[in-house]
C-alpha cells in the first residue's frame, strides 16, 4: 500500500518547470528557467579533514560483483552509436570491477514525454535503476525527495562510499542539497557553466551598424536588426520558431529591472524577489504597466521591420541556429552555452572560413541593469534512488565517475585516439576519422550531473578568449542563486498556477511577437486583468507565506 501510494504521489506532483534547453537530444539541458554558472572553488578545509576520517575503501567488502545502473534523460543510441558506446563502456566497466568489483549500466529516459516517464519510472520504486540524474529546477529533484524517491545520504556515508566527492563539496554546498535536514543530492558545484539567456549576433555587422562596442542593450538590438533588414535583402535577421516568447518576456524583465525569478514554478519565471529584497514575493509581469506596454511597443516595431516571418508562431520548420552557422539569419536566441560553440570556429561554424572578419557578440538579459544570477549547484545533481539494492556501491561507482581522471575520461570524452585527442597545448582535438553522430560519446552518457573542471581538458575548437572574457564578466556582476532550498508545496494552488501559465503563454504569444490588435497599453492591461483573474495574487500570497515561514 505504501508503494502504492508512493506511486501515486510521484505521478501526480508535477512543478510546471521550463525543458531544459528545448529538450532535444544534443543540447544539455540547462534550465531555461534559470540563468547563470555553478563553480565553485577547490574543497573546503573542513570537508576536506573530514574526508581523511573516510574508511579505507580496502576495507569495505566489494566481493559481490554488481551491476549500478545510471537512470538519464536522452534517447538511447543505437546502430554505430551504440556500438561505439558499447566499447567504451567496457573499458569503463573493466577499471570499475578492478577498483570496485561493480560495473555500470545506462537505463535512458527518451526525450519524448520525458518529465512524466521520469517521474513514473522512480515511482515504481522496484530497484530497477541505483544512481538518478536530476535537478531542482527542471527534473523535479525536490517533489520526488519529499516524495521518497530517492535515499537520505548521511554524512558518514558519504565520506565512506564516495570520499573523494564528499572532501570536494563545501560544506555550504552541502547545506543547499538538504531536505527537512538530510542530504538527498550531490551538486555538480565544480563545473562553470552560464545558461542565462539573450541573443547571439554578428558582431562584425553591429560593428556596420555603428555599434562600435556591439550590442548592449534592446534599443541597440533594434538598430541592429534595422540595419540588417535594410542592407541585407537575403538575409533573415531572426527566423524564429515562434517558441521563445516566455524566455524573452523574462529577459526584458531582467533587463529593467532586479528581479529574481524562483525556478520551476512557472514556464515565465513569473514569481520571485529582488535583489535588494530578496524575500518578498512580486511579480513585475503583473505590476510594472510602464516596463510591460514598453516592451509590448519594441516588440510591436520589431514585427514591423520585419524581424522574423509573418508566419513566426506557425514556423515549425525554422532550423535558425544551423542557418546561423553559415550566414543566413543574423541572430539566434539562447542562452551562452549556446554562444560559446557559435562564436568558435568549430567545423559547422563555416562562416568563419567564409569571411575572415566574422565575430559573433553576445548580448545577454540583464546586461543594461547587471542583473546576472548564477545557476544553482542543484541544475544538475546525483541522487540514489531509496529502492537501490545496492547504494553503497552506486556511491562508489559515481565517486570515481565524478574524480577518476581514467574513468572521467572515458564517460565524458570515451577511447582516446578513437573519439578524442590532445594537442601540442593539451587542447582537446578530434582524431582525424572521427564521426560526430556515431562517435560523440559525451551526447550519449549525457553526464550532467557530476562534471569537475579539475579534469575537464578544453575543446580546442573553442574561442577562449572570447569565453573566459564574457565568463569574467559574469563573474565581476553575478549573484548566487538564492532560492536553492525553497520546495514550494504547491498542491493547494497548483491549479492557480496552471491557469495563470495558461494566461501568459496565450498572452506573450501576440505580445512578444508584436502579434496584437490595437495599442500595447490596451492588451498589456487585458493580460494584467486576466493573471488577476487566474488567481496569481492568491498564488502570490500564498507564496509569501511559505517564504515568511522559511526565511524570515
Known amino acids: 500500500m505504501k508503494k502504492k501510494m508512493l506511486a501515486l504521489l510521484l505521478a501526480t506532483s508535477m512543478i510546471g518547470g521550463l525543458v531544459g534547453c528545448g ?36 576495507a569495505i567488502d566489494t566481493s559481490e560483483h554488481v551491476v549500478i545502473n545510471y537512470m538519464v534523460t536522452g534517447d538511447k543510441p543505437s546502430g554505430d552509436a551504440a556500438a561505439s558506446l558499447d566499447e567504451m563502456m567496457s573499458q569503463l566497466n573493466a577499471i570499475l570491477t578492478e577498483k570496485v568489483n561493480a560495473e555500470l549500466a545506462i537505463y535512458y529516459i527518451g526525450w519524448t514525454d520525458y518529465l512524466s516517464n521520469y517521474n513514473l519510472t522512480l515511482a515504481q520504486m522496484d530497484g530497477s535503476v541505483d544512481l538518478i540524474g536530476t535537478a531542482s529546477d527542471w527534473l523535479d529533484a525536490w517533489p520526488n525527495a519529499k516524495n521518497g524517491a530517492f535515499l537520505e545520504l548521511s554524512e558518514d556515508m558519504l565520506k565512506t562510499y564516495a ?16 531536505y527537512n535536514g538530510e542530504i538527498y543530492l550531490i551538486p555538480e558545484d565544480n ?6 539567456h539573450g541573443f547571439i549576433y554578428r558582431k562584425d555587422w553591429a560593428k556596420e551598424a555603428g555599434l562600435t562596442d556591439g550590442v548592449k542593450s534592446w534599443e541597440d538590438m533594434t538598430t541592429y ?16 520558431d515562434g517558441t521563445q516568447y516566455a524566455q524573452m518576456a523574462s529577459g526584458w524583465v531582467a533587463s529593467h529591472s532586479d528581479f529574481v525569478p524562483i525556478d520551476g514554478l512557472s514556464t515565465g519565471g513569473l514569481w520571485g524577489g529582488t535583489k535588494d529584497d530578496l ?8 505590476t510594472d504597466t510602464d516596463m510591460m506596454v514598453e516592451y509590448a511597443k519594441m516588440m510591436k516595431e520589431w514585427n514591423e521591420i520585419g524581424v522574423w516571418k509573418t508566419d513566426v508562431l506557425n514556423n515549425t520548420a525554422s532550423s535558425n541556429r544551423d542557418d546561423y552557422r553559415i550566414g543566413r539569419v543574423a541572430a539566434e536566441q539562447h542562452h551562452t552555452q549556446t554562444w560559446t560553440d557559435l562564436c568558435s570556429a568549430t567545423p559547422a561554424n563555416t562562416i568563419y572560413q567564409d569571411d575572415p572578419d566574422a565575430e559573433s557578440g553576445f548580448f545577454y538579459f540583464g546586461e543594461e541593469s547587471k542583473n546576472v544570477v548564477a545557476l544553482s549547484i542543484t541544475h544538475g545533481a546525483m541522487a540514489v534512488s531509496a529502492a537501490s539494492k545496492n547504494p553503497e556501491r552506486a556511491l562508489m561507482v559515481y565517486d570515481l565517475l565524478r574524480n577518476d581522471p581514467d574513468c572521467y575520461k572515458l564517460f565524458n570524452y570515451g577511447i ?3 573519439s578524442w585527442d590532445v ?36 575543446d580546442a575548437t573553442r574561442n577562449w578568449d572570447a569565453i573566459d572574457a564574457l565568463y569574467a ?11 536553492g532550498q525553497f520546495v514550494p508545496e504547491v498542491d493547494n494552488i497548483q491549479s492557480y498556477i496552471n491557469n495563470i501559465n495558461d494566461v501568459h503563454n496565450t498572452y506573450m504569444k501576440q505580445i512578444s511577437f508584436g502579434l496584437y490588435q490595437g495599442t500595447a497599453e490596451d492588451i498589456v492591461a487585458e493580460y494584467q486583468a486576466a493573471l488577476k483573474g487566474a488567481g496569481i495574487e492568491t498564488v502570490q500570497e500564498e507564496l509569501q507565506r511559505q517564504f515568511d515561514e522559511l526565511y524570515k
Open 23 to 58: 529538450g532535444s537530444k544534443g543540447d544539455a539541458p540547462a534550465g531555461d528557467s534559470s540563468t547563470g554558472s555553478t563553480t565553485t572553488d577547490n574543497a573546503s578545509t573542513d570537508n576536506a579533514s573530514s574526508g581523511d576520517a573516510s574508511a579505507d575503501a580496502a
Open 191 to 196: 563545473y562553470a557553466q552560464w545558461t542565462n
Open 473 to 483: 564578466e559574469y563573474d565581476s556582476i553575478k549573484i548566487d542563486y538564492p532560492y
Open 416 to 418: 582516446q585516439g578513437v
Open 163 to 178: 570520499p573523494q566527492t564528499w572532501a570536494s563539496v563545501p560544506a555550504d554546498h552541502w547545506d543547499l542539497c538538504k
Open 225 to 240: 536588426f534595422k540595419y540588417v533588414k535594410e542592407n541585407m535583402p537575403d538575409i533573415i535577421p531572426w527566423d524564429s
Open 279 to 286: 524575500y518578498t514575493i512580486v511579480s513585475p509581469f503583473y
Open 423 to 458: 594537442n601540442d597545448e593539451g587542447l582537446r582535438i578530434t582524431p582525424e576519422g572521427y564521426n560526430s553522430d556515431t562517435q560523440n560519446i559525451n551526447g550519449m552518457t549525457n553526464w550532467w550531473w557530476g562534471r569537475n573542471d579539475d579534469l575537464e581538458i578544453k
